[in-house]
DNA sequence: GCAAAATTCGAACGACCGTTCGAAATACAA
DNA sequence: TTGTATTTCGAACGGTCGTTCGAATTTTGC
């Protein structure tokens, strides 16, 4: 992840391992906030950790809610170009949806403390800050939302309403993960993304024990 | 919802006036609660707004944490007593699994703020309060996976680790709903609850666009 | 080695928090 | 009406919080 930093305090320059301090800082705060949520969370605590007085923490993010944004603008904007790549490298529309399964639960297994905290704490965030959060977020949930529109066919389908249901029932599954999600219970996510997928696929009911 | 309130802090009697506040006082700090989050909501707004005094709030709640949790331990167990009648009024495994749906989407729908709140705010307990929510929704989670473990077939099954994915992936679409769900752009709950039987028996691809 | 810029610190400020407690007020039973 | 238990209040306490700011320290460019 990590990409470009964004110290938003100094004006003129910076030394690279200010910028590299600065990622480990989000990083280690990404850590104590998804344990502790983020109002729970003192800046004070964070400094400490990390062995920076808490007026020193001013000099790396201009606010407490400044920290909240750059995780989770930083966190869902690398998940989107990664899951961009995936959109992109062709196939049946049930080859890369497959990979957006795995994509999605691999980021999230790699990156467990900042999708938490984008999940929690989105609403943490106001004004200007959420705004920007909120435009990352439409667009991934709209990268999802064709692929999907794409695997139910978009001659047949029922109807938009039932698209949208179905591309949430998706982000349901996925974003549902973090609550227990452990490799090593319940295998490479690979093979989740697969269970996943036959379900959206086929459904989980064996066709002689149906109904209908 | 409401069934028995549950004064911790008097000792000998209580008017049922007072009863009844307590489950008042506890409806409106829910919403604000939901809204704003637990640890920025101040015991001092939610007096404000029920114009009870600071120190009045503590003749009807022993602590903070305390109102915290009998918003989830009431809301979590109404539920449960709600869903066991669904489950044992009988019918085939869809056929029960399609009310249990049903009764959690309109539950959740009566009762969005509370909701919420057990959704998010479940680890702001600690110790035995969370151990005692946490027993409620263990029992909810089995309510749910038996239903499903019938609908899959206990023979022919793939293990439990698939069942436990499907039933986990169920509770996703239906714990994400709160972020979407809305009955007058879904339509009724019963509409929505019928989609998700659809796509846990079926799948949501037609069958001609099939790959295997 | 020197000045300028970047980085770090520590102290302090004002505000808000959960909780306690004894007194005041209210409602009820006799 | 009197006495008792229930309900409400208001003030105060000790703490913690985010933020500011000027000085001290370190690094960099020359």
Do not use: L
């Given at each position: 992840m990590a990409a470009t930093s964004v110290l938003t305090r100094p004006r003129k320059q910076c030394r690279d391992a200010t910028l590299q301090k600065a990622d480990s800082l989000l990083a280690a705060a990404a850590a104590v906030i998804a344990e502790k949520g983020f109002e729970a969370t003192a800046l004070r605590d964070l400094g400490r950790r990390f062995e920076v007085s808490l007026g020193g923490m001013y000099y790396y993010f201009a606010s407490k809610d400044d920290l909240l944004f750059q995780i989770q603008h930083r966190t869902f904007t690398a998940l989107l170009a990664e899951q961009e790549r995936a959109a992109e490298a062709g196939g049946t529309a049930e080859a890369r949806l497959l990979r957006l399964l795995s994509g999605h639960l691999g980021f999230f297994a790699r990156h467990p403390n900042e999708m938490k905290i984008c999940t929690f704490e989105l609403e943490s965030l106001e004004g200007e800050l959420y705004d920007r959060v909120l435009v990352v977020r439409r667009r991934y949930f709209r990268l999802v939302a064709d692929v999907i529109a794409d695997l139910m066919g978009r001659r047949e389908r029922k109807g938009r309403s039932h698209d949208r249901h179905v591309t949430l029932f998706v982000f349901g599954m996925l974003n549902w993960a973090f609550m227990w999600y452990q490799s090593a219970k319940d295998g490479p996510v690979e093979a989740v993304a697969a269970e996943m997928l036959n379900l959206i696929v086929?459904?989980?009911?064996p066709r002689k024990r149906r109904a209908s």
């Open positions: 086929h459904g989980a009911v």
